[in-house]
């Protein structure tokens, strides 16, 4: 059974960089074939997606993330990670794992959480100003 586990949330101030990590468990090569993905849910809002990282190590962002976020992958550690820099309180939120070993995906489909089938609990962030 797949599980995703997130950590390196917390409180920072805005301008501030956080370092988020998803090690995967359960199937060995998670981060080598699936797609993942970031997704942040801000307090009574939807799910919404940041950065996704195919099995290829291609990339694509939110518009709003692009240049400040870089999501990354480590397969011989199947743990996913998201750089973030220059945060501001609108990126405040939990921040979700995401993955899914399914290819036939169109590219306006990559960012919609009903297209990945495994979650992790979801890590904290909180920018302040």
């Known amino acids: 059974q797949v599980q995703l586990v997130e950590s390196g949330g917390g409180s920072v101030q805005a301008g501030g960089s956080l370092r988020l990590s998803c090690a995967a468990f359960?199937?060995?090569?998670?981060?080598?074939?699936?797609?993942m993905a970031w997704f942040l849910q801000a307090t009574g809002g939807e799910r919404e997606g940041v950065a996704v990282?195919?099995?290829?190590?291609?990339?694509y962002y939110a518009r709003s993330m692009e240049g400040r976020f870089t999501i990354s992958k480590d397969n011989a550690e199947n743990t996913l990670y998201l750089q973030m820099n220059s945060l501001t309180p609108e990126d405040t939120g939990t921040y979700f794992c995401?993955?899914?070993?399914?290819?036939?995906?169109?590219?306006?489909?990559?960012?919609?959480?009903?297209?990945?089938?495994?979650w992790g609990q979801g890590t904290q962030v909180t920018v302040s100003s």
């Open positions: 359960g199937y060995s090569y998670i981060a080598y074939s699936y797609r």
């Open positions: 990282i195919l099995s290829s190590g291609t990339t």
């Open positions: 995401a993955a899914d070993p399914g290819r036939n995906i169109k590219y306006g489909e990559l960012l919609l959480p009903a297209r990945y089938n495994y």
